[in-house]
């Protein structure tokens, strides 16, 4: 870049150009540069771990189709750079306490604030799920506020605010005239030259392509660097570990990294496609896909967080990896080497150790169609039902000939320091009818030991994982499911 | 009573504010030029004495403005609030893991964080004391033991039909308010301070930063607009901060923020008390209780702060809604090496009354019968069967006619019905019912506390600013008492303003706590309203020619007859005829009084009410559970704002199902609590709320205590409707063994418990039918 001034991190804010100042650390969150440096106060801090929020914005920027799509992010994990070339739009950016926005005059209408300090994010929440057209149903609602919490109001009038405010709508016109200047003013945000903004804190990259990547890669310490993609996780690194490697590389701008793909053998999904973005099309391939993703995490998690990220993370409890083994996926790694790829199981060696090499990038995971006559489930065990970490999840996938196992992919979650197969489990099921799993809930003992930790004890875990095999097979032989929720909210038995 | 604005579902004063987002919290304050911000060192061990502490390479970081540890500090080291033992920062001794040892400033909060992490401190671990049980074996107190008797429980336990004996365990609570701890801290002239800070007890505050700083009272000021949350938590919790706040203010002559980061704020600030309890119960074939033992040890941690208080608090509402002929009821206040809890919502009533409903619970599986008759059976008289524990006579029990309503508008006996019949058919998913009764004392039981001021100021063009004691945590305090002194003034709440708390308004206020902020505050402002009332009616009398009996303050006027004024035209007379337009006042509960010697007395002024019934579906492969149905109906007298009140039942239930079932704070064997933020402690979301919510206020039963309008206290009271979610948890692992064996489900029943106590049932119908078969 040499002496030439680099162009400022950029994003859209009430109509106009945020230009992020040169000195701003490129571990500095959104919501610390609104709050701290621009002193915006109306997003609020409440954990700076995404679990709580409050401190909810609004990321706006084209769709597939040509419109605008919002996403409702926790700004404490997101990073300014990510920001670049979006519109943010925040709680005190849709109204005034003399012009209210519907979603806001519909919380005062139903008391939906006491204490107020969770307030601003869940206006933000119901905004979001109102520009984007979501249904007014509890459930949907609920989707969208799995990831506020609040500690005062016990939730029923800011559920009622929110099938008022989708009720009462917004003035459709209106909308629209502001989101084609939008689209206009957010083309005005495209940049010559790869975003990299460096100071004395350290250097942010947002590569478009892989040129830019592998010259990013090229240019910075492997020891030192992070490789982002939501931020999820690699935020907290930030809030929680107080971390400030010298160089970040942020994934997301990469387009060829995002997208579901339908192919000859099924789904092939890019590294960096949102959970959001990727639920639809797994939610077609297996129902239980879907409710697992919508309860991974929170509706801001799944905006911000990518696949590619939850599995190159190497967590022994991320969810969406357990369920990818068992249904059989084949995971892509990329370098200016070239590609490798290898089923999903393989690339977890052991706690937080993973085949990636410091070159390397998760490019895609591929998902193979369903086979024929195979039976697959998956189970998430967590203290809450949404937004928490599983203690135990089982994924299972058995293919079923003449009435008896004749393959079998068990694979779990929170039982051991990796998303794991149960060897022995599988061997004692295939051969076997739904009424001969027990030989196989046996070897499950053999197949883990799992830990004791604030999540659940060991024997829990164990017991847990063997009755989710004992589930398994009575949904079988009952030909439906056994659960308290169904897709609609309804106890299925 | 007619009111006009009292008794209306009016909005919350802050509402529109909060949904822009420009409702201001202390860290959205304008920062005071070149403030600093603050970050703690907290001790990596729960028992040591600390031998050497070196702040140099802290001081040493680029931008460390000061650095400090408890020999730093100008005055008494010691904040607690009644019993001595809480130093600002740990003295020579750490007594859990977690508490800060040093602080530090520096000119921005990150700096400030990292500088803390560098402070170097050498310890001499020693053993820690972890367990409620072990404290009570080694006699470890952080208060004397606290008997209470009535009658004699041991010989009537021993001479009834029927005994049951038993243990519970019930966990401890975060407050887990959304805006953490916070204070900001400005030096002014003379060596004072003015200190923002998010706090239930302005007055302590200020009282405990003015000894910090060696200074009279009076050289401290103390303001909170509002807070994002209390609980409870904000009561004692929040002095330390606002004095190291104060301490580093007055030593770099700078102002100084200290916010907590959720981690810091969960790991070093006390809780709801866990409790261990053990039972003696001796019953009739009706399940009427005729001889009740109970023991309630309390996990004081390491040190006293509202211990005694809040253990008392159990013993009195160990009784739950039920005459016990014959009891002994013992508090005990366990000493350990955890951070020392501390008030939350309900303050100790829960943990009295959660056992002894579970032990009801029991008694109904034992004897095989509805466990509603069982408590219908034991519930306390009107006329008889009406004393409690303490001798105080109950005198205005609503609970027969409430629970009667309930039992037909929940449907109970025939959903008990279909219950039965869904489990009959259903091998893997059960259901479970319970209805349960809330009976809560009003009244701080430290009869001093019981005292309320006001100021009201009225402006020479009628608008009025209103100021007292009680602070605004979101229970929509300011609101209700702005409407009691616009309905005395005759006016609309908006021509009132609401100001901030602050102690150079009004002195020596209690804590916004025990529920009392209403009835105490409200209280006092009237009283303030009606001298004011009554100066400007002297006016408004010669102004209409009319007796000053005759007149009526409503809307905006003054009315005789069918002639008025406009209040603000007699308020600018009223000025011009210099007559004084402003008013303190003032309340004091009267009437209550407790012995602790004899452990008998009124401690309450009167009791609220309410009952609930929840209806949980469980997985018994896994224990996981929802909350398909609630029906809630509450008490508050005439509610002086039915909208906020529900706000107030809604929430207190939701929040005590959290605190039963997924709540859970977990400390490893070193003594370290590892669910310290929500990605690992977890509060209901919206999908935890049941989806079919029934709740209602009880109608036409005005408070017979004269109290604010005869409304009723209603902060804590339906914390304790959680208490229901519990019991329908363990009414359904009841189910798995047709209801006719022992359940023992500690609490947070969380999935892992659940599964746990389903397995348990199975193992005692094994064991059951491998007797009957021998």
Known sequence: MGNMRAEPIRFLSRGEIVEVDAAVAPTTTLLDYLRVTLRRTGSKEGCAEGDCGACTMVVAQPDAKGGVQYSAVNGCIQLVGQMDGKALITVEDIGSETALHPVQQAMVDCHGSQCGFCTPGFVMSLFAHQRNGEPADTDALCDSLAGNLCRCTGYRPILQAGQQ????????????????????????????????HANAAGAFYAPRDYAELWAALAETDPADRWLLAGGTDVGLWITKQHRKPAAIIHLGQLTALHGVRSTADGLSIGAMTSFTDALPALAALHPDLGLLLRRLGSRQVRNAGTLGGNIANGSPIGDSMPALIAWGATLTLLSARGERSMPLEDFFIAYRKTALAPDEIVARVDVPIAAPNSRFAVYKLSKRFDQDISAVLGAFNVSVKDGRVAEARLAFGGMAGIPQRAAKAEAALVGQDWDGVEPAVAALAEDFSPLDDMRASAAYRLLAAQNLLRKFAAEAKAGKPIRLFDGAGEAAE | MNTHVVAKSLKHDSAPKHVCGSARYIDDLPEPEGCLHGGLTMAPIAHGRIKSIDLSAALALPGVVDAITVADVPGDPDIAPVFPGDPVLADGLVQFHGQPVAAIVARDLH????????????????????????????????????????????????????????????????????????????????????????????????????????????????????????????????????????????????????????????????????????YDVGFDAQGRIQGYDILLAGRGGCSADLTNAVVDRAMFHADSSYYLPNVKI????????????????????????????????????????????????????????????????????????????????????SRRQEIDAFNAQSPYLKKGLALTPVKFGISFTTAFLNQAGALVLIYEDGSVQLNHGGTEMGQGLYMKVAQVVAEVLGLAPEDIRITATRTDKVPNTSATAASSGADLNGKAAENAALTLRDRLAGVAAHMLHAPVESLVFANGQVSAGDKSVAFKDVVHHAYLQRVQLSATGFYATPGIHYDRKTASGKPFYYFAYGAAVTEALIDTFTGEYRFTRADLLHDCGTSLNPAIDRGQVEGAYIQGLGWLTMEELWWDAKGRLRTHAPSTYKIPTARDMPPDFRVALVHGRPNPAATIFRSKAVGEPPFMLGISAWLALKDAVAAVGAHEMPVRLDAPATPERVLMAVEDVKRRMAASTALAAK
């Open chain 1, 165 to 196: 405010a989708l009720a009462s709508g917004e003035d459709a016109g209106a909308v629209a005239d502001w989101e084609a200047d939008l689209l206009v003013k957010l083309k005005g945000l495209d940049r010559k030259a790869p975003l990299k």
């Open chain 2, 111 to 278: 700096v400030a964080r990292a500088a803390a992490r560098l402070v170097k401190v050498e310890y001499e671990e020693l053993p820690p004391l972890l367990d409620i049980r072990e404290a009570m074996e080694r006699e470890q107190w952080v208060g004397d033991p606290h008997v209470m008797t009535h009658g004699d429980a041991a010989s009537a336990i021993a001479a009834a039909p029927h005994r049951l004996q038993g243990e519970i365990e019930l966990g401890g609570q975060d407050h887990f308010y959304l805006e953490g701890q916070i204070s900001m801290a400005q030096p002014m002239e003379d060596g004072d301070v003015f200190v923002w800070c998010s706090t239930q007890h302005p007055s302590e505050v200020q009282k405990l930063v003015a000894r910090v700083l060696a200074r009279p009272i009076h050289a401290v000021t103390v303001e909170c607009r509002r807070m994002g949350g209390g609980f409870g938590g904000k009561e004692t919790q929040a002095a330390q901060f606002a004095a190291l706040a104060a301490i580093f203010a007055l030593r770099t002559g700078k102002p100084v923020k200290f916010r907590l980061d959720r981690d810091e704020d969960m790991i070093a600030t006390g809780k709801r008390h866990d409790f261990y309890i053990r």
């Open chain 2, 330 to 413: 013992t508090g005990l206040r366990c000493r350990t090496n955890t951070v020392s809890n501390t008030a939350f919502r309900g303050f100790g009533g829960p943990q009295g009354m959660a056992p002894t409903e579970y032990v009801i619970d029991e008694i109904a599986r034992y004897l095989k019968h509805d466990p509603l008759d069982v408590r219908l059976a034991n519930l306390y008289g009107i006329d008889e069967r009406n004393i409690t524990p303490y001798g105080q006579v109950l005198d205005d029990n609503i609970l027969h006619e409430l629970l009667a309503d309930l039992e037909k508008t929940s449907e109970y006996r």
